[in-house]
């Protein structure tokens, strides 16, 4: 069990017959009246964010996360196969169950496989990944003020925002939770 004043970012536990995730917490202490706490927490499974207060005195249980090391093999359609790289067992998982942290991703790229009792509702690839551009306007001259940045589309569809003097071809770094440009590779 974990109360609401132990909530930390990230925290996962049940509440009313769901399986919530921490984005935000704010421990308020109002002049008047008792204490609380306010959060923006995630359903893991739907994806849905909703803003909640509670007492800091409420009691949840606390919801395991397995987080599995798995590699991404390739797509058939609307299902993306990985491979547990101990056991060679290959999990097809469908599209709707990823979201949108699978543009980052590309063949035989480490990533873990989120699951609660048995249901994977998520993955998590590396924080840092190196990608290729595959398109992308080139750099004007005069278009030079400082921080400008241009779009590309990435060699697994994603498109971020690059400095004027990356070309296509390149190989770059982004950071997957953001989205943003690192450096050159």
Known sequence: MISAGDFRNGVTFEYDGSVYQIIEFQHVKPGKGAAFVRTKIKNVIS?????????????????????????????DGDLFYFM??????????????LGDALKFVKENMQVKILSYKGNIFAIEPPNIVELAITETEPGFAGNTATGATKP?????????????FIDNGETIKVDTRTGEYLGRA
Not at 84 to 97: L, R
Not at 152 to 164: R, S, Y
Request: charged share 25%.
């Open 152 to 164: 590309a589309t990435l060699e697994t569809g994603a498109v971020v925002q690059v400095p004027l």
């Open 47 to 75: 994806g849905g964010v909703v803003e909640k207060t509670f007492n800091p005195t409420d009691k949840m249980p606390k919801a395991h996360i397995d987080r599995r090391d798995m590699e991404y093999l390739y797509n």
């Open 84 to 97: 547990d790289p101990e056991s060679y067992e290959q999990i097809p998982v469908s599209a709707d169950q």
